[in-house]
């Protein structure tokens, strides 16, 4: 049997025309449904990297980072000494449900952005029971360790939005200018019989309220 050998292979000497927005599309299959805020990075320790498969950089979280419960939990053997007692309760997005918090891990973080630029952090995260990421960063430390790699994913967000959802028009509205009256004639329509067209009457009397006034009496 003839091997078969890809067609398009994506070679890194051959970028320098290419903009970030363009390999990162070819790199990772459906790049551009990607939430903007949600990446994917690492956990840092002793040189060894653990994924993180999902976090959130949510500038709605005003004062703290979060981090799962089941992630910390499938690499309790790692992250046990970083881990200390903290007591504390939360209130959720939803301003009536409350969380109570029994502990806190510190833990350094990186993310690479669309230049392949890294961005390292050492971060507090609060430990709660979520189920669909893994990390939530808040705007504290946006602001102070990841800033730059935040207006990163803001300017691919907007690259992204530019290339893939321009509004399409309907069809219907091609020639809605054609429809906009274009003159002050009143429309020989039975629904504007009564009508005369506008500043062709004289001002109105003094207004009753204008009378109260001493200057005007």
């Known amino acids: 049997m003839t091997a078969e050998f890809p067609i398009h292979i994506w070679d890194p000497g051959k970028t320098q025309n290419l903009s970030p ?3 990162l599309n070819s790199l990772i299959p459906n790049f551009k449904n990607i939430p903007p805020m949600h990446k994917t990075g690492n956990v840092i320790i ?3 990297t653990y994924i993180i498969n999902e976090c959130l950089f949510d500038t709605g979280a005003e004062s703290d980072n979060f981090i799962a419960k089941t992630y910390v939990n499938k690499n309790c053997d790692i992250f ?3 881990i200390t007692p903290h007591d504390c309760n939360i209130r959720l997005g939803d301003s009536t449900t409350t969380v109570h ?3 806190i891990i510190t833990l350094t973080v990186t993310f690479v952005d669309a230049n392949f630029i890294s961005h390292e952090a050492t971060l507090n995260f609060l430990i709660m029971p979520i189920t669909h990421i893994d990390m939530i960063i808040g705007i504290n430390s946006i602001l102070y360790s990841l800033f730059d790699f935040f207006i990163d994913m803001l300017r691919i967000a907007r690259l992204n939005i530019k290339l893939y959802n ?3 028009l309907p069809a219907h509205l091609h020639n809605i200018n054609h429809s906009v ?3 002050n004639d009143i429309p020989k ?3 504007y019989h009564d009508c005369v067209p506008m500043w062709t009457q004289p001002i109105d009397n003094i207004a009753p309220e204008e ?3 001493p200057a005007n009496r």
């Open 80 to 82: 046990a000494e970083y």
């Open 211 to 213: 009378l109260e006034i």
């Open 21 to 23: 927005l363009h390999i």
């Open 189 to 191: 329509h039975a629904d």
């Open 101 to 103: 918090i029994s502990e």
């Open 181 to 183: 009256c274009k003159t």
């Open 46 to 48: 002793h040189e060894n």
């Open 166 to 168: 321009t509004p399409t």
